[in-house]
């Protein structure tokens, strides 16, 4: 069964550095999407991402953040200048179509910490 | 999108049916209602979804109340592997991004 897949698993980096994190979404899916999850917190949206534009972007998706899709299959999300806030488990989804029917389907994440 | 509220917890012994409420009063008649689920260390987990008729799928039921108010995500035999933060999502038709709004869920512990 196709899924999606993140890496790296767990990323360690220290306060101010740049960090991209790495998803491969499901092959024949056209919508993308990142989340995070700070530790014993809820699952929060941070953007969609379609048609290589922004669809729509949380609060929390500030100018430090940025997401590409650099080749056929890549879907990344770039932390520009990592805060000691930023650490938390990130999510990348994707889904073959939009709309309120349509499922989305995640990767396991990345553990990111930030000293 | 309209909010769900669920139980923090709930309990179940193994091999036991399960029912996981959902209340959403202020649902509009164009929302669907979707279930997912995030087992431990692991990324959310799609379950099922509907919209005013009872659903089935090889997981789980989706149970709607008529006034579609509520809804019950039924877990016909409890595994271990259930084991899990099960969230009841509300999907707006004028949600342009689509995005998943997740609430604090209902942890079900299953003890064997």
């Known amino acids: 069964e196709p899924e999606v897949t993140q890496t790296p698993s767990h990323q360690v980096t220290q306060m101010g550095q740049e960090v991209i994190l790495r998803c491969v979404p499901i092959?024949?899916?056209?919508?993308f999407y990142w989340y995070r999850q700070i530790l014993g917190q809820k699952v929060e949206f941070l953007v969609s991402f379609y048609n290589n534009e922004i669809s729509e972007k949380s609060e929390i998706f500030d100018d430090q953040f940025s997401v590409e899709r650099p080749d056929g299959s890549n879907f990344t999300l770039k932390i520009r200048s990592t805060k000691l806030e930023d650490s938390a488990m990130y999510f990348c989804?994707?889904?073959?179509?939009?709309?309120?029917?349509?499922?989305?389907?995640f990767g396991p994440g990345t553990r990111l910490l930030v000293l | 999108d309209a909010k769900t509220t669920q139980p923090n917890s709930m309990e179940s012994n193994e091999e036991e049916p399960v029912h996981l409420p959902c209340n959403h009063s202020?649902?509009?008649?164009?929302?669907?209602i979707h279930w997912y689920r995030q087992l431990p260390s692991q990324g959310p987990e799609y379950v099922i979804h509907?919209?005013?008729s009872n659903v089935n799928n090889r997981m789980a039921s989706l149970a709607i109340a008529e006034d579609r108010k509520s809804s019950t995500l039924i877990l016909h035999r409890a595994t271990l592997r259930d084991a899990a933060v099960y969230y009841c999502i509300l999907r707006s038709t004028y949600n342009a991004g689509n995005m998943l709004t997740f609430g604090g869920g209902t942890r079900l512990m299953v003890k064997p």
């Open positions: 092959s024949n899916h056209l919508y």
């Open positions: 202020t649902i509009s008649g164009t929302d669907y």
């Open positions: 989804a994707s889904s073959g179509r939009t709309g309120v029917g349509e499922t989305q389907y």
């Open positions: 509907g919209l005013t």
